[in-house]
């Protein structure tokens, strides 16, 4: 189990990061943020293909970690897009 702690770590570090990075993109240019989500999209779905093969329990777990880390991404692109239409 032991390894799958250390995978549920790594696949939430490199989320956040891609993450970080789709909305930097999309804040600077929407249609390249677009583009990088549409190369990440299919790299978590692997990943998570791979984790439900190892356990369902880890799998899960990346579910949830999906979830919240795509309800903190969509929240900072709506908060950041009115604080842009503010500003002008």
Known sequence: MMIGGFMIIA???SMTMSLAIFISLYRKNQVR???FLAVI????AV???RL???SIILGITTVI????LSGFTI???KSGVL???ENV
């Open 11 to 13: 696949h939430a570090i």
């Open 33 to 35: 943020g677009k583009w």
């Open 41 to 44: 999209l299919p790299w978590g």
């Open 47 to 49: 990943t998570l293909f």
């Open 52 to 54: 439900f093969d190892y």
């Open 65 to 68: 970690i999906y979830i919240t």
């Open 75 to 77: 929240y900072t692109i």
């Open 83 to 85: 604080n842009q239409e």
